[in-house]
């Protein structure tokens, strides 16, 4: 029979294929919650390493839990989240206790719901980080420099947060906060697109001029491409409109060299969007009264 700690730890592993975090960062915090990661301590269980000093400070520990929340370049990377992340204040005694707290953050962190999802995403984007850099150093020799890991990261959080979000209830958008009405008796169509590592999902949400929601579709695009994905969202808004009955439609994309290059005159269209602008133009001509609005969206900063 099981104890009820196996339970619990079972339960809380089990959480971690429920999440919307992406599949390797899952298998990622799995491997940790159930010890299975090659680290240094785990590995001198079976051969010996003369070697056990933290591959980034040198500091005399086996412990991973110092590797991915005390050593300096952990500390540095949570500190990054806006969210105040304050990790000596939990009292964490192990990695799988920290893998929990992300699951289910203590109420004293004040957590939304939103914010739960914005956590675990940071927290779990930083233990891989820490994990490839670990590993750069620990087989190549090498560590990126802060530049490097800085932007690194920023990028990672950006896509990675792109993603969940388009899984999230469009009512979620951010975006909608600062959505504009459009003139009487005509549609707004939202284009966004969300790259992930291996595809798109690109989705459109339809409001008419009171605001109210109309329509919203997303769709999956084989694509990691940013520039593509974003030019298929605008082709679906207009696909879109044509099914729908307005005097007016209003494309709203954030992706402005698509927007810049439908505005564009023929001959300064960038060549790698030669065949959005045609497939633009020729949607184009069934649509009655059609305008193309760029909207700044502020980057998601966790
Ligand atoms: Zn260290």
Redesign the pocket.
């Known amino acids: 029979m099981e104890s009820d700690g196996q339970n619990s730890a079972d339960s809380f592993k089990r959480k971690i294929w429920k999440t919307k975090l992406h599949r390797r960062l899952k298998l990622h915090l799995w491997r940790i919650a159930s010890d299975l990661l090659p680290t240094k301590d785990q590995t001198s269980r079976y051969v010996h390493i003369p070697d056990l000093s933290?591959p980034?400070?040198g500091?005399d520990?086996t412990s991973t839990l110092?590797?991915f929340t005390q050593?300096?370049?952990a500390r540095a990377l949570w500190y990054r989240s806006q969210l105040s992340i304050r990790l000596d204040n939990l009292q964490l005694s192990s990695t799988s206790q920290l893998i929990e707290m992300l699951l289910d953050p203590p109420n004293v962190m004040q957590f939304d719901k939103e914010n739960k999802v914005k956590f675990l995403l940071f927290g779990a984007l930083c233990i891989d980080c820490i994990w490839m850099w670990r590993n750069k150093v620990v087989h190549e020799g090498l560590l990126p420099s802060e530049v490097q890991k800085s932007r690194s990261f920023h990028k990672l959080v950006q896509e990675h947060w792109r993603l969940i979000k388009s899984s999230l209830p469009m009512d979620s958008w951010r975006s909608l906060s600062r959505w504009l009405k459009p003139r009487y008796n005509s549609f707004k169509l939202n284009c966004d697109a969300a790259v992930g590592l291996s595809y798109s999902s690109i989705a459109v949400v339809v409001r008419d001029w009171r605001g109210k929601l109309v329509f919203a579709h997303s769709k999956k695009e084989n694509t990691n491409v940013t520039l593509q994905a974003e030019a298929d969202a605008i082709i679906l808004a207009l696909n879109i409109a044509t099914k729908l009955n307005a005097s007016h439609f209003v494309i709203e994309s954030d992706s402005k060299i698509c927007i810049d290059s439908i505005r564009a005159p023929g001959d300064q269209v960038p060549w790698r969007l030669l065949s959005f602008v045609s497939a633009v133009n020729s949607i184009f001509v069934e649509l009655g009264s059609v305008s193309f609005s760029w909207v700044y969206q502020s980057q998601m900063v966790l």
Do not use: T
Request: net charge neutral.
């Open positions: 933290c980034f400070c500091f520990s110092h590797l050593c300096h370049i």
